[in-house]
């Protein structure tokens, strides 16, 4: 089972609709979440972050955390072709005292929003 | 692109070779790190630093190794290269331990 899991999609929803990203993960030691951005040829940039059950919003984004399901999810709400891009989940895994954690990443979902 | 520099951003080279990538950032971060991507696998860790001569092995490390002798700059160095090894390399930073990373630009790197 890979640490962190995401399905490769392609998602494709149309403009101004909510794109849902989910993202699952095995170690329940893991203590923080990030999503990033990744336009084709580009490098990834983060988006947003999570470390407490619950949703967090960011303009158009929302970042949904359950740590009983071991799950993160992102929603982008009223979805523009610009939007389209990879969307990779990362999670900190095996951080704690003095360790260091690192930080793994799924295989990312590819979003498609079409006009 | 918090101040990380990539090169060469473009590079073929030899299967046998040896070939270093340079990151260098010009925030004076203390962490660290080297990732490549490859289709369906997506980011994996190859290698990172928390200091001056301190690095450590990420999940793909083999056939790789690394340095750091000033702060700023982040060696990776390709012993042998191999076919295998024909990927996109990402240089990241990270402010704090235990936090988000921000990535470079990134190295293509073809091994023919």
């Known amino acids: 089972q890979k640490e962190v899991e995401q399905n490769s999609g392609p998602l494709s929803v149309p403009e101004g609709a909510i794109a849902s990203l989910n993202c699952t993960y095995s170690?329940?030691?893991?203590?923080?979440f990030f999503w990033y951005r990744q336009y084709s040829g580009k490098s990834p940039e983060l988006i947003m972050f999570?470390?407490?059950?619950g949703d967090k919003e960011d303009g158009r984004f929302t970042a949904q955390l359950n740590k009983a399901s071991q799950y993160v999810s992102l929603l982008i709400r009223d979805s523009q072709p610009s939007d389209s891009a990879t969307y990779l989940c990362?999670?900190?895994?095996?951080?704690?005292?003095?360790?260091?954690?690192?930080?793994?990443f799924g295989q990312g979902t590819i979003l498609t929003v079409h006009p | 692109d918090a101040g990380i520099t990539q090169s060469p951003r473009h590079k073929v080279t030899e299967t046998g070779t040896p070939v270093t990538l340079r990151c260098h950032q010009t925030e004076n971060h203390r962490y660290m790190y080297w990732y490549r991507q490859d289709p369906g696998h997506g980011l994996r860790l190859i290698h990172y630093?928390?200091?001056?001569?301190?690095?450590d092995k990420g999940e793909v490390s083999d056939g790789y190794s690394v340095s750091r002798s000033k702060t700023e700059d982040f060696l990776l160095t390709l012993e042998s290269a191999t076919s295998s090894q024909t990927s996109v390399y990402f240089c990241?930073?990270?402010?704090?331990?235990?936090?988000?990373?921000?990535f470079g630009q990134g190295t293509r790197l073809t091994v023919v």
């Open positions: 630093s928390y200091g001056v001569k301190d690095t």
């Open positions: 170690d329940r030691g893991s203590q923080s």
């Open positions: 990362a999670v900190l895994i095996n951080a704690g005292g003095t360790s260091y954690g690192k930080l793994t």
């Open positions: 999570i470390y407490s059950n």
């Open positions: 990241a930073i990270s402010v704090r331990r235990n936090t988000e990373a921000f």
